[in-house]
């Protein structure tokens, strides 16, 4: 299916939010990533000079667009779910936020949104915890119950505020342990015993 739009939730996790000396919101913040910023390759290359960090999250594909789909109808307008990186050059996303700035250009480089294979939604498969290794050290773990807005009141949020449209990817937000990438490190995502993906971080300049 092509991918048409990027949208991505922030903050979506209480512990996070923490971590970032943010507040939980009452309301899903949303925000967008380039579909050129999109990759399934195993190599993720770091841009020169940046300093990216790694955002693990569950991400939704919409498989039948809508407009003000219901919460209790939203899981039938998604046809998959992967576990993606949300790749984010962080202190250019605080230079931004320090300006009160769009940080677009924090989310949107070439392979920030790194993406596994999708499967088919099956949500006793999905509930078990997704985690995230660097190095064989883990770093990142989640599950869809800690969301401070599950996926279907995301749906149902972003929808009834503009259209959406199959194929349009929702990255649904990262748990605590985000940090830096550094060039040679060999990542695994995993969910529940099941290795989701594998990906080795290369620097541009080498
Ligand atoms: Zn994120």
Known sequence: MKITNIYAVGRNY???????????LEE?????????????DSVITLPRGREIHHELEIVTS?????NNIQVDDAWTHVDGLCLGLDLTDRPLQHKFKEGRLPWFLAKSFPGS???????????NVWSRDFWLTINDMEVQRGNMDQMVFDIPALIAYLS???PLTAGDLI???????????????EM?????????????????DK
């Open 160 to 162: 009834a505020r503009l």
């Open 113 to 123: 949104a790194v993406i596994t294979q999708f499967d088919p939604l099956d949500l």
């Open 28 to 40: 899903p913040i949303f925000f967008q990533k380039s579909s050129a910023s999109l990759s399934d």
């Open 14 to 24: 209480a512990a996070h939010a923490q971590e970032m000396g943010n507040k939980v």
């Open 188 to 204: 695994i995502l995993g969910l529940g015993e099941e290795i989701k993906g594998k990906f080795r971080v290369k620097s541009a």
């Open 171 to 185: 990255y649904t937000g990262t748990p605590s342990g985000v940090g830096l990438l550094e060039s040679g490190d």
């Open 62 to 66: 919409i498989g039948k667009g809508g």
